[in-house]
């Protein structure tokens, strides 16, 4: 089973783009880092101004690293001046269909 990070971000209304190229480059730099990582970002259909962001990791550790890595604070110190809010969660997967 994987372990999956998870991201909330609600963003100031006219920086969506800036949101979205912002965390093109973060994910880009994880990629680097974390060679076959893979990331989505999704935007909330009904509220305009929310993001969610998923990726699965290898293990915990791995997520627990990425979080205190430069890669990741630096990205998001890039980010936070965009944000409303931001909520990050790390989740495990209960079950799996297909």
Do not use: C
């Not at 969506?16 to 730099?29: I, P, S």
């Not at 994880?30 to 990331?39: K, L």
């Amino acid at each position: 089973m994987s372990v999956y990070s998870l991201g909330i971000w609600l963003v100031h209304p006219g920086r969506e783009n800036d949101f979205v190229q912002a965390w093109r480059d973060l994910a880009r730099k994880t990629q680097d880092d974390y060679p076959g990582a893979q990331a989505v970002l999704m935007h909330d259909a009904d509220v305009r101004q929310r993001f969610i962001s998923t990726g699965a990791w290898e293990s915990l550790e791995q997520i627990e690293q990425w979080r205190g890595s430069p890669t990741f604070t630096q990205g998001l110190a890039a980010i936070r001046p965009m944000l409303e809010h931001f909520e990050a969660r790390t989740l495990d997967e209960a079950a799996r269909i297909g």
